[in-house]
């Protein structure tokens, strides 16, 4: 059954430190988005992503975000200069159209000490 | 806004018993309405997808139901097993732009054998 997956599953890295989050979506799929879920809380909209480029965005995801899919097959979310209120867990989703089901990745654990 | 509500906030049962959890929710516009499991630690996987024209839909044991005009769905879970021990999701779709997914808070549901 095809899968999203996502690497690495769980990062650490300091504060201030620049991270990217990967993602290879399911190959037939077009739309693509990271969620996030900070612990104990519920799922978050970071950003969409539809041909090529950011189709819609949460006041979450400010100037220290920016998103690529910089060969067709990675989708990628760059946290800029981290903060340790970005630790939480990071989805990746993809589906072909908007009344199809989403299929998740695993997630990345960010962990910012 | 855009809000989905779900209740209990968590649940406990045993196992063989049968639950049924709440979901309501102000989405505007409305595309369509999703029910997640989502295990600790994991993405969330899909259980069920409905449109405004559907009122019932089943997956297995697990059986959602959708009232448009009062915007109200429930999941209900027969026969529950211990592996359905789980965060079960509410997730309304925006209707028109990228489909955007509302997520609700979670029912935490937890079966004892």
């Known amino acids: 059954e095809p899968e999203v997956t996502q690497t690495p599953s769980h990062q650490v890295t300091q504060m201030g430190q620049e991270v990217i989050l990967r993602c290879v979506p399911i190959s037939n799929h077009l739309y693509f988005y990271w969620y996030r879920q900070i612990l104990g809380q519920k799922v978050e909209f970071l950003v969409s992503?539809?041909?090529?480029?950011?189709?819609?965005k949460s006041e979450i995801f400010d100037d220290q975000f920016s998103v690529e899919r910089p060969d067709g097959s990675n989708f990628t979310l760059k946290i800029r200069s981290t903060k340790l209120e970005d630790s939480a867990m990071y989805f990746c989703?993809?589906?072909?159209?908007?009344?199809?089901?989403?299929?998740f990745g695993q997630g990345t654990r960010l962990t910012v000490v | 806004k855009n809000q989905v509500e779900q209740s209990p906030q968590s649940l406990i049962i045993l196992e063989g018993k049968n639950c049924t959890l709440q979901?309501?929710?102000?989405?505007?516009?409305?595309?369509?309405l999703r029910w997640y499991k989502q295990d600790t630690g994991r993405g969330p996987v899909s259980l069920t997808i409905?449109?405004?024209?559907?009122n019932t839909k089943s997956n297995g044991r697990y059986t959602a139901t959708l009232d448009a005009d009062t915007k109200q769905s429930s999941l209900h879970i027969t026969a529950s097993q211990l592996s359905d021990s789980a965060s079960y999701i509410c997730?309304?779709?925006?209707?028109?732009?990228?489909?955007?997914?509302?997520f609700g808070a979670g029912t935490r549901l937890a079966v004892h054998p």
């Open positions: 979901c309501n929710y102000t989405v505007s516009p409305f595309s369509n």
């Open positions: 989703a993809s589906h072909r159209d908007g009344n199809t089901e989403a299929f």
């Open positions: 992503f539809y041909n090529n480029e950011i189709s819609e």
């Open positions: 409905m449109t405004f024209s559907e």
């Open positions: 997730v309304v779709s925006v209707a028109g732009g990228y489909n955007k997914l509302i």
